[in-house]
């Protein structure tokens, strides 16, 4: 495809179980991160990832938070025993800068609903 | 620690308005400011984006100022049309980083 895409696109979860949100970034592009959006605000930085490696994870809330990008492509943000702070739209963004600063505008995704019951 | 804020939150207005939208940040050591538009259900798409040597940026009816030392950009919308309704959101990226720190955004309604 040519954008960003997620999956699922909504996940209802019951308090307690463990989620996997996945995301294809545009091909080619080697920064991938990973935002937070909850209800009525903007989105949130979690974690950065260059290629397959994370180079910055200072925005996830808690040790039950992980992501991986393990062959540099596809990403997966995982949530361990989710709680109902959890519910938000998680959007994934692609670009193909290779450093700091940035220099390309990021690519979102439509982004995956998380609610947490 | 960067904070941006936008002003106001929402915005109604009738079709054909001129609208200008707010964003201001605290930290000006900023390399760039992007203005994004979001629609329900939807992932967020770039409108304008100005590097921090610049003023502004023009595309079509929407034009984006920059105050760098004053921490302040706009976002210009003439002869606003029903389907410009939707959350417009502001970020910069900070000169040592490439995360992009968002507002809260502005939701606008353009009424027909």
């Known amino acids: 495809g040519a954008g960003v895409s997620q999956s699922p696109r909504y996940k209802v979860a019951k308090r307690g179980q463990d989620v996997a949100l996945r995301c294809d970034p545009i091909?080619?592009?080697?920064?991938l991160f990973w935002y937070q959006q909850a209800l009525g605000q903007g989105p949130e930085f979690l974690t950065y990832?260059?290629?397959?490696?994370?180079?910055?994870k200072s925005g996830l809330p808690s040790d039950r938070f992980f992501a991986e990008r393990p062959e540099g492509s596809v990403s997966t943000l995982k949530i361990q025993r989710t709680q109902q702070e959890d519910s938000a739209v998680y959007l994934c963004?692609?670009?193909?800068?290779?450093?700091?600063?940035?220099?390309?505008?990021?690519?979102f995704g439509p982004g995956t609903r998380l609610t947490v019951l | 620690k960067q904070e941006v804020t936008q002003i106001p939150a929402a915005l109604s207005v009738p079709e054909g308005e001129n609208l200008v939208l707010n964003c201001s940040f605290t930290?000006?050591?900023?390399?760039?400011l992007q203005w994004f538009r979001q629609d329900p259900g939807k992932g967020l798409t770039s409108l304008l984006l100005?590097?921090?040597?610049?003023r502004e940026q023009t595309s079509g009816r929407l034009n984006a100022s920059l105050d760098k030392s004053s921490g302040r950009s706009t976002l210009y919308i003439a002869a606003s049309q029903p389907g410009d309704s939707a959350t417009y959101l502001c970020?910069?990226?900070?000169?040592?980083?490439?995360?992009?720190?968002f507002g809260a955004g502005t939701i606008l309604r353009v009424k027909s």
């Open positions: 990832f260059q290629n397959e490696a994370q180079l910055d």
């Open positions: 963004a692609s670009s193909s800068d290779r450093g700091r600063p940035s220099t390309d505008t990021q690519y």
């Open positions: 100005i590097q921090s040597s610049q």
């Open positions: 970020a910069v990226i900070m000169e040592y980083g490439n995360k992009l720190v």
């Open positions: 091909s080619g592009h080697v920064s």
């Open positions: 930290d000006s050591a900023i390399y760039n």
